[in-house]
């Protein structure tokens, strides 16, 4: 399944990782998400020139990113065209949870699979990186093409993709195998981490940080569960924390649908 996935979505870039397409994945009533209109990636400083010259293809509208102030400072955001860029920290610009800001001693031997699914569980209620999100995704017809991005594109932006894969009507085992997608794109980035960590810790500490970071279904399962506990259903999700009803989420549908 993964395998079939990644040439036909990954996009030809050379100086970044993860820029995926998000479209063409089927919906429950049988349509599929277009192509050309939602785009996930990790971080974009190491746009090369050529890959500006393709994106610009694509005639992109908005870029929105994820990161903390500091992050995004270090690597920031390259200009493709004329579009809109916005960013709003998913986890704060206290640096209380995003990796980077991490002292990475700290962050490599207290890592856990339960703590870091813990946090994926916090993520998606009331943050209000999310909320503005979801008020563009509302707008498409005015913000779409659209590039939502974080630092590898996989913990904070797959939260961001599941919650707009959910609102086009996607079936979350779709979701969770598009999220888990990233862990094939990202080996080479996966590989600097574990890199890093070997400086701080080895043998069996460092075999299970390389174990628990890579990718878990649990991980998106767990965003899933907690919108699912605190509002009991999507619909009712997408009413209290983004104001977006039956009706506007048709509209969004019938515009990203085909």
Partial sequence: MEGKVLPERLLPLEGVFNFRDMGGL????????????????AELTGLTAGDIDYLKELKIR??????????????????????????????????????????????YKTFTRENFTQIYAQMPIQNASY????????QPEHNFPFVHHCTGGRDRTGVGAMLILKTLGVPDDAIIDD???????????????FEEASQYISGAAL??????FLLHEEFLEASMQSISETYGTFEHYLNAEFGITGHAR?????????
């Avoid at 999220?179 to 981490?193: F, I, K, P, R, W």
């Fill in 131 to 138: 909320q503005r999100m979801m008020s563009l995704v509302a």
């Fill in 26 to 41: 089927k919906t429950r009533d049988g349509r599929r998400v277009k192509k050309g209109l939602i785009f996930r990636a």
């Fill in 179 to 193: 999220y888990m997608v990233s862990n094939q794109t990202l080996s080479a980035y996966h590989e600097e981490m």
């Fill in 62 to 107: 908005y870029i929105y990113d994820y990161r903390d102030r500091e992050e995004a400072a270090l690597k920031p955001d390259p200009w493709i065209g004329h579009e809109k860029h916005e960013r709003i920290a998913v986890n704060g610009e206290d640096r209380t949870t995003a990796h980077s800001e991490w002292d990475p001693e700290t962050f």
């Fill in 207 to 212: 075999k299970c940080f390389e174990d628990g």
């Fill in 250 to 258: 048709e509209k969004i549908q019938n515009f990203c649908l085909e």
